[in-house]
């Protein structure tokens, strides 16, 4: 005669379900809606004590969220995001321009990316600032999510017809947007758009970018120029090295709903105006 079985709870799914941020209302509709998942569905609880790896604290590895690029998870949980470039010393005895390398953070200091410039030694000290480049953008797991691309252009206002663009890929060869420079005497101005060259937010920057003590902020707008949706920020990080030195510290703002592609992008037009406006001050 079999024992009868204790009664046991009806199973349920692990972890509580995800919600995403959807879209953001200021724009066209470039948001993904996001279905809550359960762990058969395939949920992956986001590891919460995660050990500093070589000294460095990286931001907790958030669920796999479904019609988002991997690896752009991270974007779904910030409104902020701190871009800190390192310091190279044999740029600075030699005087010779290396590779950028930048640490992408969060609000908490916690590293969510890691970019790496992709350029060889000659077009780098030939071509300066307006060099083209690959830049390589790398989470936690060691793998590449984005991938920014500039080709080589004219970076003089007085020349409208060879403007500068950016394009951004998340994964590596998978297109999801541009930053495409807007002609303009005066004001350094560039424009969003999405993966099929739609037309998304509108950025805006001061006329003249040298200021002492203070930030130097880019504004991103709505396509009418009328809503402010977030703001790229060149921080001041003091006097000797702003003077002898090209490193340089962005800050970057956005809604916490805007669409986790528009994030990606965003952050390419980071790099965008720091070879613009910037690369240029330790050379």
């Not at 919460?48 to 070589?54: D, S």
């Not at 752009?72 to 949980?77: H, M, R, V």
């Not at 504004?219 to 977030?230: F, H, I, N, R």
């Amino acid at each position: 005669m079999q024992e009868p079985q204790p009664a046991t709870a009806p199973e349920m799914p692990y972890g509580s379900p995800q919600q995403v941020p959807g879209t953001y209302q200021g724009a066209v509709n470039y948001g993904f809606q996001a279905q809550p998942m359960g762990h058969p569905g395939g949920f992956v609880p986001p590891v919460q004590n995660q050990p500093p790896m070589n000294g460095v604290m990286w931001m907790p590895i958030p669920p796999s969220i479904p019609n988002c690029p991997p690896g752009l998870e991270y974007l779904t949980q910030i409104d902020q995001i701190l871009i800190h470039q390192q310091l190279e010393l044999l740029e600075i005895v030699t005087g010779f321009e290396t590779s950028n390398k930048y640490e992408i953070k969060n609000s908490l200091g916690q590293r969510v990316y890691f970019a790496a410039e992709d350029t060889d030694c000659l077009t780098r000290n030939c071509c300066g600032q307006s060099r083209p480049f690959t830049i390589h953008i790398t989470d936690n797991l060691g793998r590449e999510v984005i991938t920014l691309q500039r080709p080589l252009r004219c970076v003089s206002c007085c020349c409208p017809c060879c403007l500068q663009e950016l394009e951004v890929q998340s994964p590596p060869g998978i297109t999801v947007g541009y930053v495409i420079q807007n002609w303009h005497p005066c004001l350094p101005k560039f424009t969003i758009q999405d993966e099929k060259k739609n037309d998304v937010l509108k950025i805006a920057g001061p006329c003249i970018m040298c200021r002492c003590c203070e930030d130097i902020n880019f504004e991103v707008q709505s396509l009418d120029e009328t809503c402010a949706v977030g703001r790229i920020s060149k921080q001041w990080t003091g006097l000797v090295r702003e003077m002898f030195t090209d490193t340089d510290n962005f800050g970057i703002s956005f809604p916490m709903d805007l669409d986790v592609k528009m994030k990606a992008v965003m952050i390419g037009a980071c790099f965008l105006i720091d070879f613009m406006f910037f690369e240029y001050s330790g050379n």
